[in-house]
């Protein structure tokens, strides 16, 4: 067993060691290292900001053919991509069967019109005998008054006048239901002569067969009681449009009357300009249910470039819903965000460090006129900034932003023109850059990693 006094002579080993770890690294150890960056100027430039979405290109006018009445189609003269004009024939179908109906029909109502015409001579004669008792009973009626002529005899002439008056409303009602009755006939030979029109369809516009579903032969099936056959479709491909999706959260920046470009697949390096014409007003859900959900709302854009598109082509759109002139702006890769000055993190140590960096952070927000409730209340809240790098350490701007383009942001206040700001690494920017980091400049790197791309 060592003695004591051998473990008085171990003991001073061990703060020799943490000692000389000291002086062999020395106060350098804790220095943090600078984060690399690279500085953009605040300028003035325009910016547009745009909403993307994408679908299909369709005819701007087309029309679904289906037949009106049912048969078998005996003539279809027209073939897919022909071209159309207004009045053409499309489609005969049989009418055997339509015109034996008009011929039934027709003969109804020839046979009422001719029941009606007896009626009607009927009503004269009724009308004639009422006149006709009617006189004999006034001339009567004064013998009777002067008593030349006997009560019987009397009542007899007043019965003939009621018979015959009882005898004209009869006559005149079967006159009414007989007429009545020619009309039902003239409206069923109307519509047995326009299902016999309807046999045969002609194009009701001048376009071009974009879609034949149907042969020579084929039965089809008319739209009176539920959907008919859809026979063909014709367009007219000289007009098209564009038929986009966009999300809800973009939809309303989008007014009818602004400015699109369109990209079509089918033309690749080319690009058309287009004008929004129509906006949905209820929405297509898609993968309702599921985490895919996401609701849609079609919006349609009049591609006033010509060129020769095929309806279906997938087609990607551009539509510029604001614009300005002359702003400031920054990089949108210099736009991140950070909590507000002065807020203290869940996760800060209660020792006198952290205690004296939280005093000049309330400092700072005092002097940038944050109250200490304000501060509070927004804590949690995280704020847009972008970073400068004033003596070799990164200094936190809060702004605000206006609209974007693809590469720039609008900055409405916060910063000033010429103004360096860090616009790259995404890293730095993202997560690495606080306030009062160190961070160093290097504009040089940033100008060689362009060069080898």
Request: proline share 4%.
């Amino acid at each position: 067993m060592p003695s004591r006094a051998y473990l008085s002579r171990q003991r001073p080993l061990f703060p020799l060691f943490g000692v000389a770890a000291i002086l062999l690294f020395g106060p350098g150890c804790w220095r943090q290292k600078p984060t690399v960056v690279q500085t953009e100027k605040v300028a003035r430039r325009n910016v547009t900001e745009k909403v993307t979405a994408t679908g299909k290109v369709q005819p701007f006018l087309q029309v679904k053919i289906s037949p009106e009445v049912a048969g078998e189609i005996i003539d279809l003269p027209v073939k897919e991509g022909q071209r159309v004009h207004k009045g053409a024939l499309l489609v005969r179908i049989r009418r055997d069967f339509y015109e034996a109906s008009r011929n039934s029909a027709e003969a109804s109502r020839n046979s009422s019109q001719a029941n009606h015409q007896s009626i009607r001579a009927n009503l004269l004669t009724a009308e004639a005998n009422v006149r006709k008792a009617e006189a004999e009973f006034r001339r009567n009626e004064e013998l009777f008054k002067r008593k030349l002529l006997s009560e019987s005899v009397y009542d007899e002439y007043r019965t003939a006048l009621e018979t015959a008056r009882a005898q004209i409303e009869v006559v005149q009602a079967n006159s009414t239901a007989a007429g009545h009755l020619v009309q039902v006939a003239s409206a069923a030979l109307k519509k047995a002569e326009e299902d016999l029109l309807k046999t045969t369809i002609l194009s009701p516009i001048d376009g071009t067969v974009s879609k034949l579903t149907s042969e020579v032969g084929e039965r089809v099936v008319g739209t009176g009681m539920m959907a008919g056959t859809e026979i063909m479709t014709i367009a007219d491909l000289d007009e098209m449009e564009a038929r986009v999706e966009v999300g809800e959260v973009d939809v309303v920046k989008v007014v009818v009357g602004q400015q699109a470009r369109l990209e079509v697949d089918s033309f690749r390096n080319r690009k058309f300009a287009g004008l929004v014409t129509q906006i949905a007003n209820s929405a297509k859900t898609q993968g309702m249910g599921t985490q895919q959900e996401a609701t849609k709302f079609e919006v349609r854009i009049r591609i006033t470039g010509k060129e020769f598109f095929r309806p279906g082509m997938s087609v990607t759109a551009d539509i510029e819903t604001s614009y300005r002139t002359n702003v400031l702006t920054v990089p949108i890769q210099s736009v991140t965000t950070r909590l507000p000055k002065g807020t203290v993190r869940p996760d800060a140590k209660k020792d006198a460090k952290s205690a004296q960096k939280a005093k000049e952070e309330k400092d700072a927000a005092d002097q940038l006129g944050i109250s200490e409730k304000k501060r509070q209340k927004e804590g949690a809240k995280p704020i847009d900034v972008v970073f400068t790098v004033v003596d070799g350490k990164a200094t936190m701007l809060p702004v605000k932003r206006g609209i974007s383009d693809d590469n720039y942001y609008e900055i409405t206040e916060g910063v000033t023109e010429g103004q360096e700001v860090v616009s790259g690494g995404f890293k730095a920017i993202a997560r690495d850059l606080d306030e009062d980091k160190p961070a160093k400049v290097d504009n040089e790197k940033d100008r060689t990693s362009v060069a080898v791309k």
